[in-house]
């Protein structure tokens, strides 16, 4: 239901822009987050979006860098990621959590229910 795809080997300061493609049927119906798993780290909550669009949350290591949006008409959320630093290295996940339950700003991966496959990012000179 979740087709992640964007990353890729980076320099710091370049920018790279995550795509995630969700099931039509669901699209509109549920929160979706953006999470990153490092290697020896577990997963943390990047940026997620509520399923009304109207509320978003971030990760202060990320606030100000990353940009979480979606577009409708191609079932897509997008994380915009600029000025990466290596510290941004790891395997980037979408997950969706259905609209039924509350949305938090602090993007708890244990509240998602459905995840993609991952995508890698790496940020090295």
């Known amino acids: 239901q979740l087709v992640e795809s964007g990353g890729g080997l980076v320099q710091p300061g370049a920018s790279l822009r995550l795509s995630c493609v969700v099931s039509?049927?669901?699209?509109?119906?549920?929160?979706i987050g953006w999470f990153r798993q490092a290697p020896g780290k577990a997963r943390e909550g990047v940026s997620c979006?509520?399923?009304?669009?109207?509320?978003?949350g971030y990760a202060d290591a990320v606030k100000g860098r990353f940009t979480i949006w979606r577009d409708d008409g191609k079932n897509t959320v997008y994380l915009e990621m600029n000025n990466l630093q290596p510290e941004d290295t790891a395997v980037y996940y979408c997950?969706?959590?259905?609209?039924?339950?509350?949305?938090?700003?602090?993007?708890?991966?244990?509240?998602?229910?459905?995840w993609g496959q991952g995508t890698q990012v790496t940020v090295s000179s």
């Open positions: 039509k049927t669901t699209a509109d119906s549920r929160h």
């Open positions: 979006l509520s399923s009304s669009g109207a509320s978003t």
């Open positions: 997950a969706a959590r259905s609209y039924r339950y509350s949305f938090s700003e602090d993007c708890p991966p244990i509240e998602y229910q459905y």
